[in-house]
């Protein structure tokens, strides 16, 4: 397919989350067929995840553990007015650089130097002119949470793979709990509803549950699978509570928190049983997905499933603006392609 000039209005026309009729199959592209090279570049260095999966990667005893991938290179800019991440930039940077990683100063000069790209910045907001110059250049990409900092860039950024034919994929961490794998897997048989919680600290340049709340509402939808169709949300200055209506009937909840000690977890409620959900277990579940997906080119989490999570917490914050009213998922996802 010819480059052409990236038009975001007509990328958002013709997305869609599956199951809500609107007639668009993102798991429908070609399949990506992987060229040689472990050769992996980091944009944003705001971010703990990029110290982590670097620390992880580089370190001299990992074998095979991650296919031999390595992190050799990393453009550090993140956010520029996010003082929580800003402050991070210069630290982390050096630590980076202490496992051997390259130091550029473009996103351009460091698709010159790797074969695939974690896109770790912390902010949401230039989260799709950074995945659009990567995906135009043909490279494998991990977008870490958020993948935007709305819907409408979101639809647009995983549009763009598609017509670019480049896997992308996106989650949090919190998708590979243990716990919650197991349950997912069929521990307490078919699973009739669930509650999940995390940290849902808000940042005023995002919608409130893209920041972090993503986490507890990731866990939720790796249970609960795709078809929400309607979203509830009450809040107060410390609690949220968002409750999700699926097509079968099953009801989903998120309590996102912002005291207290931060912390991850929830019920699982099966056929079979109950289900207490929790430790949280870490990176290194997450980061093998990561290097299994660059290797294979098989996505991990299909982009219909990621766009309903978003779409969800975008739902979330127009039943907030309309004082607790019910949204469809489907009015939200008509309204981001207007």
Same mark, same amino acid.
């Given at each position: 397919?010819m480059?052409?000039?990236?038009? /975001?209005r007509?990328?958002?026309?013709?997305?869609?989350?599956?199951?809500?009729?609107?007639?668009f !199959?993102?798991?429908?592209? =070609?399949?990506?067929?992987k060229e040689k090279?472990?050769r992996?570049g980091?944009?944003?260095?705001?971010?703990s995840?990029?110290?982590?999966?670097?620390?992880?990667?580089?370190?001299?005893?990992a074998?095979?553990?991650?296919y031999? @991938?390595?992190?050799?290179a990393?453009?550090?800019?993140?956010?520029?007015?996010?003082?929580?991440?800003?402050?991070r930039?210069?630290g982390?940077?050096?630590e980076?650089k202490?496992?051997?990683v390259?130091i550029v100063?473009?996103?351009?000069?460091?698709?010159?130097?790797?074969?695939v790209?974690?896109?770790?910045? !912390?902010?949401? /907001?230039p989260?799709?002119?950074?995945?659009m110059?990567v995906?135009?250049?043909?490279?494998?990409?991990?977008?870490?949470?958020?993948?935007?900092?709305?819907?409408?860039d979101?639809?647009?950024?995983?549009?763009?793979?598609?017509? @670019?034919k480049? =896997?992308?994929?996106?989650?949090?961490?919190?998708r @590979?709990m243990p716990?919650?794998?197991?349950?997912?897997?069929?521990?307490?048989?078919?699973?009739?509803?669930a509650?999940? @919680?995390? =940290?849902a600290?808000i940042?005023?340049?995002?919608?409130?549950?893209?920041?972090?709340?993503?986490?507890?509402?990731? *866990?939720?939808?790796?249970?609960?699978?795709?078809g929400c169709?309607?979203?509830?949300?009450?809040?107060?200055? !410390?609690?949220?509570?968002?409750?999700?209506?699926?097509?079968?009937?099953?009801v989903g909840t998120?309590?996102?928190? /912002?005291?207290g000690?931060?912390?991850y977890?929830?019920?699982?409620?099966?056929?079979k049983?109950?289900? *207490?959900?929790? =430790?949280?277990?870490?990176? !290194?579940a997450?980061?093998?997905e990561?290097?299994k997906f660059?290797?294979?080119?098989n996505?991990?989490v299909k982009p219909?499933?990621?766009?309903?999570i978003?779409?969800?917490?975008?739902a979330?914050?127009?039943?907030?603006?309309?004082?607790?009213?019910?949204?469809?998922?489907?009015?939200?996802?008509?309204?981001? /392609?207007?």
């Amino acid at each position: 397919m010819m480059d052409q000039p990236y038009n /975001r209005r007509n990328f958002i026309k013709t997305a869609a989350v599956a199951g809500i009729g609107l007639g668009f !199959n993102l798991s429908a592209a =070609p399949v990506w067929v992987k060229e040689k090279g472990n050769r992996v570049g980091i944009i944003g260095l705001d971010t703990s995840h990029s110290t982590a999966f670097t620390k992880e990667l580089n370190k001299a005893d990992a074998g095979d553990t991650y296919y031999g @991938y390595k992190v050799v290179a990393a453009y550090p800019q993140g956010s520029t007015d996010i003082e929580s991440s800003t402050k991070r930039i210069p630290g982390y940077t050096e630590e980076v650089k202490k496992h051997g990683v390259k130091i550029v100063d473009s996103i351009k000069a460091l698709l010159k130097e790797v074969d695939v790209v974690l896109l770790e910045t !912390n902010d949401g /907001r230039p989260r799709l002119e950074q995945a659009m110059q990567v995906l135009k250049a043909g490279k494998p990409m991990f977008i870490d949470k958020p993948v935007a900092a709305s819907l409408h860039d979101t639809v647009a950024i995983y549009d763009a793979a598609k017509q @670019y034919k480049v =896997p992308v994929f996106s989650t949090s961490s919190l998708r @590979y709990m243990p716990s919650v794998q197991e349950a997912a897997q069929g521990k307490v048989g078919k699973i009739l509803g669930a509650d999940t @919680y995390s =940290p849902a600290t808000i940042e005023k340049s995002h919608p409130d549950l893209f920041w972090y709340g993503i986490h507890g509402v990731e *866990s939720l939808f790796t249970l609960m699978g795709t078809g929400c169709k309607s979203v509830t949300r009450t809040q107060t200055e !410390n609690t949220e509570i968002v409750v999700g209506i699926w097509e079968d009937g099953r009801v989903g909840t998120f309590r996102g928190t /912002r005291n207290g000690k931060h912390d991850y977890g929830g019920t699982v409620y099966g056929e079979k049983g109950n289900m *207490s959900l929790g =430790p949280y277990g870490g990176y !290194n579940a997450l980061l093998s997905e990561i290097v299994k997906f660059f290797q294979t080119g098989n996505l991990p989490v299909k982009p219909e499933e990621t766009l309903e999570i978003y779409a969800f917490m975008e739902a979330a914050d127009e039943s907030k603006r309309q004082g607790g009213k019910s949204v469809t998922i489907q009015s939200v996802m008509q309204k981001s /392609r207007s």
